[in-house]
C-alpha cells in the first residue's frame, strides 16, 4: 500500500492531509512538537485565566482554500462571519473614525460611493491598485502616492497586515491576488471572519480529528532528523529514536520552516530573512462584546493596527514589528494599552492583566529580494515536495497561501498539475 508521509502539522501539513485523505490515501502525519497549528493556535494563558491565540489572524471569505478545508473537515462554524461586510477605523491621531462598506455586487461599484470609502480619499486612489498587476519586484509605496489619505488610511494599513512588511520594502507584486479575490471581488468575496473560540478549535483540533477520524496517524513529539537519499529519491526518515523505510511508491510532504527545510535538503535554496509580529492581549473586568460574536476594528494614526474583541479579552495586532518587538513587554504593554484606551474610548482607565507574544520570525521578509528566493513545491527528489506559506504559492505568507501550499503538495503527490 502506497504510504504519504507529511512532516509537520502546522496548517500547511494539516491542509496536505486532509487533501489526501479525502482522496482516498491515508497519510501519516508526523509533528516535532507536543501540538499542531504551528503558528497558528490557542493556549491557555496563565496569566489572564483565558484561552487566547498565538497570533491574531483575520480571515476573508474570498479565501476558498481555507473554506473548502473547513468544509471537508466539518469546522465551516469555528469562524464567525460578521453580519455585514465593514470594517470600523479610527485614526487615532485626528480621533475620526469611519467604516469601509464595500458593496454587495462582484465589481466595486463602492469605490463610487463616498460614505462606504476611506473619507477624504478619491476613486483614482483605489483605481491605483490596477497597477498591482504588474508590480512584481517593485515596493508597495511606490506604486502608490504616500500623500494621499487612501495610502495612510487604507493601503498602507493593509499592505502591513497582508505583507507584514514595510511598505517601502514590501512586494507590491503580492498583493494583486489578494486584492483580486477579496475587495475588487465586491462584498461576498471579502466579508471578515475571525475564531469564534480560537484558532486551534477553528482551524487545527477539528483537522486533526477528522484525520484519526478517518484513519490517519498522527503522531507528536517526533522529529526528523535526517532524509536518507538514493538515486533521486528519498529511501528512509531518521526520526528520534526510529527510521522509517520508504517504498518505491511512497513519497514525502516536508511542511516545515525554511530553515529546517534547508538543515534537511542541503541545497535547497530557501529565505532567509524574517519579520516580527507582536500580539497583545488584555484583560477586562467585563465583556466587551458577545464571545460568539468577536468584532474587528482598524487602527490607523497609533502603534496598535487591529483590534480584536472577544469577550472580556481584546487582543492587539502590529505587523512588521522588530523594532517593538526589542522592547520590554512591560513597555509595549502600556504603549498598546493607550491606543486601546483611546480606541475603545475608555478614558483613563488603568491597565489591566495583560500578555505580550512576541513572533520574531512570524513570516518571511516578503522583499522582492526574499521572494526570489521563495521554492516551488518541487525539489530535486521525485518523492519529495514542500509546503509552507513560504514556498512560491504566488500568495503572500498567510494562512490561506499556506493551506494552498498543502493543496499543490497534495496534487504533486498524486501526480496532477499544481
Partial sequence: ?????????????????????????????????LHGGGRCRSFHDATLDRRIDSGNHLLLSGNWAMRGYLDTIGAVDGLYAAPSTSFPFVDLATGERWTLRPNGGRLPWWLLVPSRRVPGSRIADYLAALRLKKADGVAVARVFR??????RRFWEPLALGVLNTAADEADAGLLWPVMVETFLAGAAACRPLIARCGLSEALVDPGIAWLRGNGAEVCFG???????????????LAFDGARIELAGDDAVVLAVPPAAAAQLLPGLRVPTQFRAIVNGHFR???PVTSPAAPRLIGVVGGVAQWLFLRGDIVSVTVSAADALAERANETIAAVLWDDVRRCLQLGEKPLPPWRIIKEKRATIAQTPQQVALRPSARTTLANLFLAGDWIDTGLPATIEGAIRSGRQAANLVWGRPA
Fill in 222 to 236: 517526533r522529529r526528523l532528523k535526517a532524509i536518507e537519499r538514493r538515486d533521486g529519491r528519498a529511501v528512509a
Fill in 1 to 33: 500500500m502506497r504510504r504519504i508521509h507529511v512532516i509537520g502539522a502546522g496548517v500547511a501539513g494539516l491542509a496536505c492531509a486532509v487533501e489526501l485523505a479525502r482522496r482516498g490515501v491515508v497519510p501519516a502525519v508526523h509533528e516535532a512538537a
Fill in 146 to 151: 504616500p500623500e494621499t489619505v487612501a495610502w
Fill in 284 to 286: 477586562f473586568e467585563r
